[in-house]
């Protein structure tokens, strides 16, 4: 699997409190390894079809999708409501 992210993404990444970065970094990890993993409860974004969300923590998910080439788009990553607003 390769890793994409969209413009969005790096700057929602970088405004990020440093442990929520960290956490992120390591859920991108998993994604890598096993997208199919219980700790990313991974799920469809209910009106957008083909994207999905995975939670980094408690409060925070990001947005992605697959792309072509085994590739995984990173859309957003955002407070779980602010994401669901706009994916």
């Known amino acids: 699997m390769k890793l994409a992210r969209t413009e969005a993404f790096k700057r929602d990444f970088g ?47 990001m947005s992605l999708s697959f792309a072509e080439h085994d590739t995984i788009l990173l859309r957003r990553v955002l407070d779980h409501d602010d994401l669901y607003r706009t994916p």
Do not use: C, F, N
């Open 15 to 61: 405004k990020l409190p440093h442990q929520v970065r960290k956490a992120a970094a390591k859920q991108i990890a998993q994604l890598l390894i096993d997208h199919t993993h219980p700790s990313l409860r991974l799920e469809g974004i209910a009106g957008h079809q083909g994207l999905l969300s995975a939670r980094v923590d408690e409060r925070y998910r």
